[in-house]
């Protein structure tokens, strides 16, 4: 599975940006996907998550009521609409796949997209 981030840049606070991850390969047994972020000094965290099958979401408390994760399963594309950025948002943001294959689940990884929010 190939994974590959777009949509990053520079915004000021209270702007928005929309992230993209488009997904190549085999997706058949696809889980999830979702969105982490990584500031510098800090640990990876989860932003959000959006299952396969029925498409359920899941927030960080931190992003809840601005962000909203979507996916197009026909195009094999997910987004990440991101409003009312803060500073606290600025991070590498980087999409997720989680692929079943027999009786283990497997993490793939794009290469990440950087996101600056500036006061």
């Known amino acids: 599975v190939q994974l590959v981030e777009s949509g990053g840049g520079l915004v000021q606070v209270g702007g928005s940006l929309r992230l993209s991850c488009a997904a190549s390969g085999s997706t058949i047994n696809l889980i999830s996907m979702g969105w982490f972020r990584q500031a510098p000094g800090k640990q990876r965290e989860l932003v959000a998550t959006i299952t396969s099958s029925s498409g359920t979401t899941n927030y960080a408390d931190s992003v809840k009521g601005r962000f909203t994760i979507s996916r197009d399963n026909a195009k094999n594309v997910m987004y990440l609409q991101m409003n009312n950025l803060n500073p606290e948002d600025t991070a590498v943001y980087y999409c997720?796949?989680?692929?079943?294959?027999?009786?283990?689940?497997?993490?793939?990884w794009g290469q990440g997209t950087q996101v600056t929010v500036s006061s």
């Open positions: 997720n796949a989680r692929i079943a294959l027999l009786i283990h689940n497997y993490d793939y």
